[in-house]
């Protein structure tokens, strides 16, 4: 059995969970505490297998794969992230109504 790789949460993406936390606790305190613990865990969870989930539509506009995972049940969250030298890098956090990522 393999270790899990280490997640990273780069500036970018904190600042994403931290801005839509916000906004989300201005309307439902409580769901927003609930949000942000699951999408936590979910981000925390890539090491295990980080390469379960497909690469994004939008990795094309980068160098690197660009792998995606989602978040949420009836609006999905979307978390991009890359495999940078045995590290998963989450690199942005988007909720699923907005446009495509692009660079």
Known sequence: MTSPFPVIITPNAAN???????????RNPRAADEWLSGIRATILGLGAM???HPIA????????????ALYGRATRWRIYYAIID?????L???HGRRSDWRP
Do not use: N
């Open 50 to 52: 980080p390469e379960a």
């Open 92 to 94: 942005h956090v988007r």
């Open 86 to 90: 045995g590290v998963v890098q989450v």
């Open 57 to 68: 539509p939008e990795s094309q506009a980068f160098e690197l794969p660009i792998r995606r």
């Open 16 to 26: 994403d969970l931290t801005e839509s936390w916000v906004w989300l606790r201005e």
